[in-house]
């Protein structure tokens, strides 16, 4: 098993900047796809993008958000840059079963979340 604790949340303004961290336990994180979530109030919780074989994101985030990790010291990142009004939402980072390693968009597909951390952008 994996427990996930994001951190890094926080207010900007429109154009600002924010890193967000997720932190996982264990010794085994190099196996596991990831994937960052947000939920906006209101909304559905919709995938953002993930780490696994390969990288991906939503349209929505390309060429704003870049998702890294560091497997040595078992943490997921979300740079996110240019942020706008519309990404304000509560970021959960997910991660998948050790069985797959594909990234999903799904978030039955994953097993192990965090608390979320909260971003705010304003205009």
């Known amino acids: 098993q994996v427990q996930l604790v994001e951190f890094g949340g926080g207010s900007v303004q429109a154009g600002g900047s924010l890193r967000l961290s997720c932190l996982a336990s264990?010794?085994?994180?190099?196996?596991?796809?990831m994937g960052w979530f947000r939920q906006a109030p209101g909304k559905e919780r919709e995938f953002v993008g993930g780490?696994?074989?390969?990288?991906y994101y939503v349209d929505s985030v390309k060429g704003r958000f870049t998702i890294s990790r560091d497997n040595a010291k078992n943490t997921l990142n979300l740079q996110m840059n240019n942020l706008k009004p519309e990404d304000t939402a509560v970021y959960y980072c997910?991660?998948?079963?050790?069985?797959?390693?594909?990234?999903?968009?799904?978030?039955?597909?994953?097993?192990?979340w965090g608390q979320g951390t909260q971003v705010t952008v304003s205009s």
């Open positions: 997910a991660a998948r079963s050790p069985t797959y390693y594909s990234v999903s968009s799904e978030e039955d597909d994953y097993g192990y």
């Open positions: 780490s696994g074989s390969s990288t």
């Open positions: 264990g010794r085994t994180f190099s196996r596991y796809a």
